[in-house]
């Protein structure tokens, strides 16, 4: 490393002046653990939707369970989740071909020439259906220690340091406090369990993967399924050390360095260059007045085929944190009536605090286009503000003072924080706002793409271990296309991924009714 990067990096850091300054991952702790610089522990869950169909009843149980099962770790503060949810209609094709990938094997080694049909399935599909992703991003933060934890962990972390080696611009391996560890793995099994227990489909992630979605989702058009993070226990590439006293260049690169694929440029108050990409970014400065279930703010968006991510920020320790303007609305209630009703507001939510968990909410959003599409960008935006301030008639604001940072407060598990004001609101009440509704295919792959109504792609496979026996009951107006899902459907089972020989394919029985 050069000894002008050395010098310049600390005043980038506090200035943060590049994307790098806003990823503050440090190393892994564990293999589904990160650690962060100030010694936080962050574990990535990617949900892939729910079991069951939801309709307002089931709608009303996730609600209801979540409140209990997830709101029990945010009567204090310490605990954070953060709940990212992403659609990009453009990343569409390379996920279908993907998907594809195995009914392609199939058919070569069956001897089909199939090449012209999937390649056609793949174009039109493509205009159809949208990536879409959603995690959970669960924190545990140093504020969740008591204080003799805190003064005692100090002292530890200086004398461990003491024993390290001097490299400064390298993982810290130690970076994870120690009295935070319990603490993280009974609030990741917790969360892990009260998903089973929805019904929500949900996978921990392991590193590795982890740090891929979180590059994957800040950089789109550098997206690569092979890149990997450099993390101790990897084998660390070698490089010849400049300097005999600092020692960065032979230890494991900076996770904030690894994962910036780029750096940004400013092109006007709200929208930033990075890398070839143009990029918005918008925060939600007063809650909607009704909390609507998330479908409606989807459903606005799909006919525009916007690409977006929105990001909520639940923290733990609402009722705490309103305290002090608790106070002060009591010493001013007497000069209006304004402040004698924020006063009572304060205190309902001290009192409901009680009873159920209140929470300190962030919620933004952004969009973005290519570097030479600066009038799209700006349309998508409008298009993504209009929608959300429908949305429950919520207060969406573009100006942020920083439109880097207004962008980066939507990024996926890289810091605990936002340009966005916190919001103080009944921990029910944003579960309401939680995407619960999206639809899981039980099937990772499956030579049979389906869809849903609004454009998310849904595998099925038959003869597998998950459908050892199936029937398939298809009964529609004339004229709806039952012929071509049935079509479909026996395709899909002739091209079923691992067969090497058409005397492997599974027997069909067709029955067509045909009323008189």
């Not at 209801?64 to 009567?75: C, L, P, Q, R, Y």
Request: hydrophobic letters at 40%.
């Amino acid at each position: 490393m050069q000894f002008l990067d050395k010098l310049l990096a600390p005043f980038q850091m506090a200035l943060r002046q590049s994307v790098e300054t806003f990823i503050r991952l440090e190393t892994a702790d564990d293999e589904i653990t990160l650690a962060t610089q100030d010694g936080s522990l962050v574990t990535y869950f990617r949900i892939d939707g729910s079991r069951q169909i939801i309709g307002e009843e089931e709608y009303r149980f996730l609600v209801d369970a979540a409140t209990v099962k997830i709101g029990s770790k945010f009567d204090r503060q310490g605990h954070a989740l953060q709940v990212v949810f992403l659609r990009d209609p453009e990343r569409s094709g390379p996920q279908i071909e993907k998907l594809i990938h195995p009914a392609r094997v199939t058919a070569q080694n069956i001897g089909l020439d199939m090449d012209d049909l999937l390649d056609e399935r793949v174009r039109n599909l493509s205009n159809i259906l949208t990536k879409e992703e959603c995690y959970f991003v669960a924190w545990t933060r140093p504020s969740a220690m008591t204080k003799s934890e805190t003064e005692r962990t100090v002292v530890e972390k200086q004398a461990q340091m003491k024993k390290w080696v001097n490299a400064g611009y390298a993982q810290n391996p130690f970076a994870g406090l120690e009295p935070l560890r319990t603490r993280h793995k009974s609030y990741v099994s917790s969360l892990k369990s009260a998903l089973d227990e929805l019904g929500v489909r949900a996978e921990v992630l392991e590193v590795h993967d982890a740090l891929r979605a979180v590059r994957s989702g800040m950089f789109p058009s550098k997206a690569n399924d092979s890149w990997k993070a450099c993390l101790p226990g990897d084998p660390m590439p070698p490089r010849a050390p400049p300097s005999a006293i600092d020692l960065s260049d032979i230890m494991w690169p900076p996770l904030r360095a690894q994962i910036a694929a780029a750096d940004a440029r400013t092109i006007d108050g709200s929208i930033v260059q990075i890398g070839d990409m143009l990029w918005a970014g918008a925060d939600m400065t007063l809650g909607p007045m009704e909390c609507l279930p998330f479908p409606m703010l989807l459903n606005r968006l799909y006919d525009a085929r916007t690409p977006y991510r929105i990001s909520f920020m639940i923290e733990g320790g609402g009722a705490s944190a309103s305290q002090f303007r608790t106070f002060l609305a009591t010493i001013m209630s007497v000069t209006n009536g304004l402040n004698k009703q924020i006063k009572y507001s304060l205190e309902g939510l001290q009192v409901m605090a009680r009873s159920e968990p209140v929470v300190k909410l962030r919620v933004s959003f952004c969009t973005w286009a290519r570097k030479d599409q600066y009038d799209v960008v700006r349309d998508r935006l409008s298009t993504l503000i209009q929608s959300v301030e429908s949305w429950g008639y919520a207060q969406v604001s573009e100006v942020s003072g920083d439109p880097l940072d207004c962008v980066m407060a939507s990024a996926m598990g890289i810091h605990c924080a936002g340009t966005a004001p916190a919001a103080i609101a009944p921990m029910r009440e944003v579960m309401k706002l939680l995407p619960w509704q999206r639809p899981s295919s039980p099937f990772n792959q499956g030579s049979i793409l389906l869809r849903s109504p609004d454009g998310k792609a849904w595998p099925y496979q038959t003869g597998t271990n998950l459908t050892t026996t199936w029937f398939d009951l298809i009964f529609a107006q004339p004229g709806a296309g039952k012929s071509v899902l049935m079509n479909a459907l026996n395709l899909g089972t002739v091209l079923s991924p691992g067969l090497a020989n058409y005397r492997l394919l599974p027997s069909l029985i067709l029955v067509h009714h045909h009323r008189v």
